[in-house]
C-alpha cells in the first residue's frame, strides 16, 4: 500500500482489522521537526495500543524523539547497541508507554527477535575485532622476526 506515514491515522483507515502489536520504522525521523515526529509516535500508540512498540532504525546516535519529550508523553525509550557492520552505523531505539514491561519480563516476539540478533551482532563484531588484532600482532611479530633475521 502507499500513503504518507505521517498521517498514519488517516493512511491506515479501514485497513488493519486489529491493533498491531508493534510498529517497525525506517523513516528518516530526522530530517523532521520534532513534533511531527511525536505526532508520529502518538498515532502509532493509538493505532497499537498500551502495549504495543514502536520500533524506529536510526542512523543517529541518540534517539529521534528525545527523552525529555518522550517522557512528557509517557513514553519510555530503549536503546539498542549500535550495528557497526551498517554502512552508516545504525542504531535501534524502541519506544514503549511507561508502564511497558521492562527488560527481563516477558516482551513480544518481535521486540525479542531484535534485541537477540542486536546482542548476536555485538557479539560478531567484538569477535572479528579480536581476530582481526590477533591477525595484526601475529603479522608484526613474523616481520619484526624476519628483520631479525635479516630476511625481507
Ligand atoms: C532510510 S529509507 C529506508 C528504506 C527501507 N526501509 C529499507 O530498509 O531499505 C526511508 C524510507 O522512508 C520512506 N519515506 C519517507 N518519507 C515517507 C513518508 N512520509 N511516508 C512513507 N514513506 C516515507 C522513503 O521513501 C524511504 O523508502
Given amino acids: 500500500m502507499r500513503g504518507d506515514a505521517y498521517r498514519l491515522s488517516d493512511t491506515l483507515a479501514g485497513v488493519l482489522d486489529a491493533p498491531p ?3 517497525v520504522s525506517s523513516l528518516p525521523l530526522l530530517t523532521k521537526p520534532e513534533a511531527t515526529r511525536l505526532s508520529l509516535l502518538r498515532q502509532g500508540f493509538e493505532l497499537m495500543g498500551r502495549e504495543g512498540r514502536f520500533i524506529q532504525f536510526t ?3 541518540k ?5 525529555y519529550l518522550a517522557a512528557g508523553l509517557r ?10 557492520l551498517n ?3 545504525a542504531r535501534i531505539f524502541i ?3 511507561v508502564d511497558c514491561p521492562r527488560s527481563g519480563e516477558k516482551r513480544s516476539d518481535v521486540v ?15 569477535d572479528e575485532l579480536a581476530e582481526a588484532r590477533a591477525r595484526l600482532v601475529s603479522s608484526d611479530a613474523g616481520k619484526a622476526a624476519r628483520a631479525k633475521n635479516g630476511q625481507s
Avoid: D, N
Avoid at 75 to 84: D, E, N, V
Fill in 21 to 23: 502489536a508493534a510498529i
Fill in 59 to 61: 542512523y543517529g546516535v
Fill in 63 to 67: 534517539s529521534p524523539i528525545p527523552s
Fill in 75 to 84: 513514553f519510555r525509550t530503549q536503546s539498542l547497541a549500535p550495528i557497526w
Fill in 87 to 89: 554502512l552508516p552505523p
Fill in 95 to 97: 519506544y514503549c508507554q
Fill in 112 to 126: 525479542a527477535k531484535l534485541l537477540r540478533e542486536s546482542r548476536r551482532f555485538s557479539r560478531e563484531i567484538r
